[in-house]
């Protein structure tokens, strides 16, 4: 496993083309996810079992995990994700630049995807992301694994950019944080607003933290 695959390591952005049998596996992944999400938007995450979620799903206990470790990990699937959306723009980090600039223009590039609000992939971020404002169990398995992503991006800042270890460390908690508070942010205002703009927040966000 490479650092950037470390950071974010997501079952449903494949590298390549898929074969048949790789498609049928990323609709079973898509079938599980989309079953555990609203069962737990029902009847919440504890009240949900993955023996309830695989029935629904239409597959075995067994076949679920396959695809994921727990319950809680298939209803963040789009979370991961975006994770990996973000990090897929890390090998071409500007190093002429500061670490913290470089990870937020990064950052601000890999958003683009979510300009549409009306996209399918801005509608599933939504509602996971609203579902995990809700779920102390959704949230506690983020910050789990929080820990090891970040240290896995200060590890891929690290081999690119020759800085202090503290200057890494701050760019990448900064910029964390300023994604953190755009996303949050626009889940909130999408409630209400349903043009809200997650990169337009985002800009807002950076321009506010810099000031």
């Known amino acids: 496993m490479t650092r950037l695959e470390a950071f974010s390591v997501s079952p449903d952005l494949p590298a390549g083309p898929l074969g048949l049998r790789e498609r049928r596996r990323e609709q079973t992944n898509v079938e599980i996810s989309e079953t555990a999400l609203t069962l737990f938007e029902r009847k919440g995450v504890e009240g949900a079992t993955v023996g309830e979620i695989a029935q629904a799903a239409g597959v075995s206990q067994r076949t679920f ?30 190093t002429e630049v500061s670490p913290r600039l470089a990870l937020e223009t990064a950052f601000a590039a890999a958003l683009t995807m979510y300009s549409d609000s009306s996209s399918i992939a801005c509608l599933r971020l939504l509602r996971v992301n609203r ?16 820990v090891r992503r970040t240290a896995a991006l200060v590890d891929v800042v690290s081999t690119r950019f020759d800085c202090a270890d503290l200057q890494i460390r701050l760019a990448v908690d900064v910029s964390i944080a300023v994604l953190r508070a755009a996303l949050e942010t626009w889940v909130d205002q999408s409630s209400t607003d349903e043009t809200a703009s997650l990169p337009e927040i985002y800009s807002l966000a950076r321009g506010l933290a810099q000031a």
């Open 131 to 146: 579902l995990i404002k809700k779920e102390p169990a959704l949230r506690a398995e983020l910050a789990r694994e929080s």
């Open 65 to 94: 995990f396959r695809y994921f470790a727990t319950k809680e990990e298939a209803a963040l699937r789009d979370h991961w994700a975006f994770e990996a959306v973000l990090a897929g723009g890390l090998d071409q980090l500007d």
